[in-house]
């Protein structure tokens, strides 16, 4: 670009930028050539951007040196905006009329609402590690809107276990679990090109009682030689209380009793400010 920008205007972009491609790295020539300016004008710019975002803990923007080095955007969410975040889910969550025929509950119109998704995505980033991370595995079809709100914040590929195979997919490897609340045995399916031997990926799934269905997706994950590096579950149930499977994140607990709906944050969940 042949314009001049000021350096309102050039700070406004890069936080519009960087906060829309998190975990990208930009180059410094990538901005100087976009807003015309010489890269100490530039750096300039870019401290600013990292003191507010970190006075206003909004995430951290981070320089990284060498040849491919540049310039990042970590989404980070202090301990105090979750709290106040999942305490407000929990009295949506808690209104009348969410408990269905069965015992089920209602819970669409927040696992498809995009503001609440990609703000839980924004919270398994700052509190599950995924620096040698390739992807983030789900299950259909709940689970799948804030799974791909964690890969965006994580800049990670998202790979979706179906319960039924697609020929679209080309062959599949599948094998049958059992879910952990009702016994009922299940199959689940991945395309055998979905994920290299060797990956490391992290679940993500939108509801666990028993952890079943979880368990499933780690037993196929070693069907493709791959490590299991983190569990992020939105919400889980005080019953029962053992689970099929132990080392997860799981941001709300919820138990139902008759009538009654009880939702509370999962507080052990953030323990510190910010991942380090």
Known sequence: ????????ERIGAIVKILSDNPNKIFTLSFFTTQFNAAKSTISEDLIVVKNVFEKLQLGKVVTISGAAGGVKY???????ENEEFLYQLCDRIKEEGRILSGGFLYLIDLIYDPNVVSKIGEIFASNIEYDDVDCIVTMETKGIPMALMTAKAMNLPLVIIRKNTKVSEGPTISMTYVTGSSSKIETMSLPSKALKPGSKVIIIDDFMRGGGTIKGMIELMKEFDTEVAGIGVFISTVQPENKLVSDYISLLELDVQGDKIIAEPNLKTFNHEYRD
């Not at 670009?1 to 309102?8: A, I």
């Not at 970590?74 to 105090?80: A, C, G, L």
């Open 1 to 8: 670009m042949s314009n001049k920008f000021k350096r309102n």
């Open 74 to 80: 970590i989404p980070k969410t202090s301990k105090e």
